[in-house]
């Protein structure tokens, strides 16, 4: 993979995950591959059963994805945090873009708000989605410049997690810029 930009060898400074806002359940992540600072490629990948759900953000234009969090079943999840004067508007919209279908309902969530920080460039993400009807395996190989960003680790050694193999909190993979169309994921 060659990146159109250079990302530094050194680790980004971690941050508050910022509030993604509504969210809409496009699938499960099956893999997704992202380029750490140096050249190292860093592959996540998950079992069909401990797969976690892709979220779309229409607020941040960015793909969420919380390992060992289970989601309800609803297409559209919105955020606790002012959820009265909140509109899960735009997530239905996602999601209707996305399938072509209206979701029966929504529901709130709780999600962690971790400190995250960059952890690259993305270069592909592998889902499993019903979006044009039967369940189907996709992959998206994301454009230059796109990056992720995983919870930061307590332990300086192991970007992403606090030991050897565990799954960051949350990855967040966006992009300039990563869209939802009808068409699927567009960058």
């Not at 060659?2 to 496009?26: E, I």
């Not at 559209?76 to 919209?93: E, I, K, V």
């Not at 189907?136 to 050897?164: C, K, M, Q, W």
Request: contains cysteine; proline residues 11%; aromatic residues 6%.
């Amino acid at each position: 993979m060659s990146p159109a930009r250079t990302l530094s060898t050194t680790r980004a400074r971690p941050r508050v995950m910022q509030d993604p806002g509504d969210l809409a359940l496009l699938g499960t992540v099956l893999e997704l591959q992202h380029e750490m600072p140096g050249g190292h490629a860093r592959h996540h990948a998950w079992t069909v059963r401990d797969a976690p759900k892709l979220l779309w953000s229409p607020k941040r234009q960015a793909l969420y994805l919380f390992p060992g969090l289970r989601l309800p079943r609803p297409k559209a999840l919105r955020m606790p945090q002012a959820a009265a004067a909140r509109s899960t508007d735009d997530a239905l919209a996602s999601w209707r873009t996305w399938t072509g279908r209206t979701p029966a309902h929504s529901r709130c969530l709780q999600l962690p708000a971790p400190q995250i920080q960059t952890a690259g460039q993305g270069h592909h993400i592998v889902y499993r989605s019903d979006k044009w009807g039967p369940i189907t395996d996709y992959i998206h190989h994301f454009a230059a410049g796109t990056t992720v960003d995983l919870a930061a680790s307590p332990r300086p050694n192991h970007p992403g997690g606090g030991h050897e193999g565990e799954a960051p909190a949350v990855l967040i993979v966006r992009g300039p810029p990563l869209r939802l169309t009808a068409r699927g994921l567009v960058d």
